[in-house]
């Protein structure tokens, strides 16, 4: 069964950096492109990266390019997601998702207020 548990979230100020982590259970890790989607309060769910299986492809929605990072460790079988330079509009709870398939982690609320 696939499980995908969130972490790293929290409150932080503008122009701050979080480190989201995602580790994977329950699939074989590195066969499979991984994403990171976000839903701030009212709006729809919207993706904001993904990264390969292998990780040498990933993307950005143009929101977030130029300060967000994604990578992943096939050996910890764990996705990340840097965010540097945040803003209020980031503000929203993350998740993780594997590009594949259609289940969800519980997600993690970044807070990006002073």
Known sequence: QVQL???GG???QPGGSLRLSCAAFG???SNYAMSWYRQAPGKERELVARISAVGGSVSYA???KGR???SRDNVKKTIY???NSL???DTAVYYCKVVAFTSWGQGTQVTVSS
């Open 5 to 7: 548990v969130e972490s």
């Open 68 to 70: 967000f990072t994604i």
């Open 62 to 64: 143009d929101s977030v």
């Open 87 to 89: 803003k209020p509009e």
């Open 27 to 29: 699939f074989t890790f």
């Open 10 to 12: 929290g409150l932080v």
């Open 81 to 83: 997601l840097q965010m």
